[in-house]
């Protein structure tokens, strides 16, 4: 095979992460990019990963795949639910693709901090790949558990990937921060309210950090390219608290802030599906509430976090990725992209 054919299988194309991995790749000479989802679109396979015998009768004649990028998602109300049908979806890809595809190299899988318990509580920062286990259930921990026994003995390699909060503008995703934060800012303006953080008291001063997913496509390719069943953290380099950071969003929004009023997004924003369709009237814009308040509910988990929430990123800088982002100019960058698209007023 030449070495520098590549074909890239991403399942999760219409996902934030996804999205910009399939847009990066396709900048790159000597790709060629298949992207895997659920309800399919332009350039993509739509199939079901939760079924083995959907996932076998699409993906069995793709002979040519070398790289796969897992950042397929379901999402399910508690930590235990979450484990069987994301792990099932994992499992049913790997069992298509690697019987099909003899030159398979390398498969990448898109993590997170849960892996060192994040989603848990306060936690040890700056978390490491080397930090110990927690106690289960964790999907992200069972997914690398089964690659690692499913690549003993096999001529491809791994990578685990473990962004923080990712920052993109892919619409209809249960975890965009940034869109829920467009949103939530639009309806504040109209209704003549200021910006209040929503979040737990706490939340307002603790240290976070983001993910870019542009920034999180180049290193996924790096880490696909050149790495051996490795974990590699991967954010933007700085970090940055919401005290700081939330009256700089209410200036791009012209909007004034208030102290912080802890609330639950999903719960306040359930009745504002009205309000916003005169917004769109109002301003032309192009997308129905219901493709910008899926994140109500990861916004809340997100602002909820009163304790510190990153990670260690220098074992990919020892290891050659040298990438940053600086997090103000990602929400600003991603501002914009809502604005021109017509997302938001």
């Given amino acids: 095979m030449n070495e520098e ?18 847009a990066h790749l396709e900048t790159q000479p000597g790709w060629r990019v298949i992207g895997l989802s659920r309800r399919g679109g332009p350039g993509q396979i739509a199939v079901d990963l939760l079924d083995a015998d959907d996932a076998r009768e699409k993906l069995g004649d793709l002979d040519d795949v070398t790289h796969v990028f897992y950042a ?40 997170g901090y849960k892996v060192y318990g994040a989603h848990l509580g306060p936690f040890k920062t700056p978390a490491r790949e080397t930090d110990a286990g927690h106690m289960p ?17 096999k001529p491809w390699t791994w990578s685990a990937i473990r962004p923080s909060v990712v920052g993109g503008t892919a619409l209809g995703n249960p975890m965009n921060l940034a869109l829920a934060i467009a949103v939530y800012a639009s309806i504040s303006k109209e ?21 870019d997913a542009g920034l999180l496509a180049k290193a996924t390719t790096w880490a696909a390219t050149g790495s051996m069943n490795e974990a590699y953290n991967i954010a933007n380099g700085d970090l940055f608290r919401w005290s700081e950071l939330w009256p700089r969003i209410a200036r791009y929004f012209d ?28 301003y ?15 916004a809340d988990f997100v602002f909820s976090w009163d304790y510190d ?37």
């Fill in 284 to 298: 032309g814009l192009e997308v129905p509430y219901s493709a910008v308040s899926s994140s109500w509910g990861f």
């Fill in 255 to 282: 909007l004034e802030v208030a102290p912080p009023l802890p609330m639950s997004l999903n719960v306040v924003m359930a009745d504002k599906e009205e309000l916003w369709t005169s917004i769109a009237a109002k």
């Fill in 5 to 22: 054919r590549k074909v890239a299988l991403v399942a999760g194309a219409n996902g934030v992460i996804g999205k910009n991995l399939i």
């Fill in 137 to 153: 259930p964790e999907f992200n921990v069972d997914q690398q558990d089964f690659l690692e026994r499913r690549q003993e003995g």
């Fill in 72 to 111: 397929a998602y379901v999402d399910k109300p508690t930590w235990a639910e979450l484990v069987p049908p994301n792990l099932a979806m994992l499992t049913n890809l790997v069992d298509a693709i690697e019987p099909a595809a003899p030159g398979l190299r390398h498969i990448s899988l898109m993590q």
């Fill in 309 to 345: 929430m990153f990670a260690d990123g220098s074992k990919a800088r020892r290891a050659g990725f040298h990438e940053y982002a600086e997090t103000s100019a990602m929400f600003f960058r991603l501002f914009d992209e809502f604005r021109k698209a017509k997302v938001i007023p």
């Fill in 191 to 211: 209704l003549g309210l200021p910006l209040r953080f929503p979040g737990k008291p706490g939340a307002y001063d603790s240290l976070l950090e983001m993910t």
